[in-house]
């Protein structure tokens, strides 16, 4: 007579699902979450000690700027000039009137802004959907990237923070606020345009020509209305300074290409290899994977029926361009996939990633990698290398080889 084979024991997962539910055990989860890295984070500012980079440079500016300084040239610091558009001086500006310009206090609102942060990002996953609840502690889990805000006091927080909060609205389909918002955030820091193609294709998927358009001028009158001061009198001074895209960075300082020797590093022409590299990325991955559901980029971008709006606006009847004023909802898993994807290729293709830079991806890194068909042992694996080689310090050839690997490997598979 056949023996009977014991039931196999359910999981603890299985068991709280079946207790408690899915959406339940993520609010727990996500409570939990939030108590312990306000501890943990508290801690931090209390035990460890600060430690100096920038923070003195970005007081000088400010007095600078406070001391009646227009001229962007002359605004600099101890580690050089001013290189931030001007929402960087407003930001640094208030908190130096709340901290006294007092590192200690910095840390404290530095270390509010962290669980701000985290709470941005907890909601973008929920919208999201698509980590297990027990994945949401990875998010916690960076040693660097605690260091980067409460310990560093960097902008690069500030500009990735403002951007979760624009990625936030376009989960929503929000585009004219989330413009805004993320207009406010490149003024901060330039990082941050690494989102500005994949967010210019979903709004072509997503919104109409006219929408597109009172978007894209709501964010351009964003960065008149704060270059103002610097723009009324030295125009050229400003943008070359603020928006400077020919930055070449010192290669010691390099975690991502330390491999690579510093000769081809500075040079033209492994900028130019990267911008085409990036590029080409861009419009693979829209093309095959973005617009997959449109059948290829061009469908999904349907210039037939933007052209058909731009004839209606020049006809006598413009109001057939807003007849055809249609909204189609995204879906926040794919908004934030499209989002998160073309930032990580930005990344990719960057020539040099500081320790600060770090914080631009680290957020996207556990919601990518359970986009990608790999076993769950495999993602954690990658996210434990990664998060290693950015611990390491100063980077060395292997860490960034490993880190240049890793994010290769984990771009090219990611988007099931």
């Given at each position: 007579m056949a023996r009977l084979r014991p039931s196999a024991k359910p999981s603890l997962g299985a068991k709280l699902h079946a207790t408690f539910g899915p959406e339940l055990i993520t609010i727990i989860t996500i409570s939990?979450?939030?108590l312990v890295d306000s501890l943990l984070t508290a801690l931090i500012v209390y035990r460890v000690p600060y430690t100096k980079i920038d923070w003195d440079a970005y007081m000088s500016q400010v007095d600078g700027f406070l001391g009646g300084e227009r001229n962007y040239s002359n605004l600099r610091g101890d580690t050089g000039p001013l290189v931030y558009p001007a929402g960087f001086l407003y930001v640094y500006t208030a908190i130096q009137y709340i901290t006294g310009g007092i590192v200690s206090n910095a840390q404290v609102v530095f270390g509010f802004l962290y669980i701000f942060n985290l709470v941005i990002v907890l909601a973008i996953y929920w919208?999201?959907?698509?980590?297990?609840?027990?994945?949401?502690?990875?998010?916690?889990?960076?040693?660097?990237?605690?260091?980067i805000f409460v310990l560093r006091l960097f902008n690069d927080c500030i500009a990735i923070t403002l951007a979760h909060c624009s990625i936030l609205l376009f989960q929503k389909n929000?585009?004219?606020?989330?413009?805004?918002?993320?207009s406010v955030a490149v003024s901060v820091k330039m990082n941050v345009l690494l989102y500005a193609p994949p967010l210019l294709l979903l709004m072509f998927k997503g919104s109409s020509l006219v929408n597109i358009a009172a978007a894209l001028l709501m964010a351009a009158?964003?960065?008149?209305?704060?270059?103002m001061p610097f723009l009324w009198l030295y125009p050229w001074d400003y943008l070359s300074k603020a928006f400077d895209l020919g930055r070449v960075f010192i290669h010691f300082w390099s975690v991502n290409f330390k491999f690579v020797p510093e000769a081809i590093f500075v040079s033209k022409g492994f900028a130019l290899v990267l911008l085409v590299v990036h590029l080409s990325l861009l419009v693979l991955f829209a093309h095959c994977k973005w617009c997959k559901q449109e059948h290829g980029l061009l469908p999904a971008l349907n210039l037939r029926s933007k052209l058909q709006q731009i004839a209606g606006l020049l006809s006598s009847t413009p109001r057939k361009l807003f007849e055809k004023d249609t909204e189609v909802i995204l879906e926040p898993r794919h908004v934030t996939t499209v989002l998160f994807t073309g930032n990580f290729i930005g990344i990719s293709c960057a020539r040099s990633l500081h320790y600060q830079f770090y914080s631009w991806y680290f957020y996207s890194l556990p919601y990518l990698l359970w986009r990608t068909p790999f076993p769950t042992f495999f993602r954690?694996?990658?996210?434990?290398v990664i998060e290693a080689c950015w611990n390491i310090f100063p980077s060395n050839k292997t860490s960034s080889?490993?880190?240049v690997a890793t994010i290769e490997k984990e771009c090219m598979n990611a988007v099931q």
């Open positions: 939990v979450l939030l919208q999201a959907k698509v980590l297990p609840w027990w994945a949401f502690f990875l998010l916690c889990l960076s040693k660097r990237v605690h260091s929000r585009w004219k606020p989330g413009m805004v918002v993320f009158i964003v960065q008149v209305l704060l270059g954690l694996i990658i996210f434990a080889l490993f880190i």
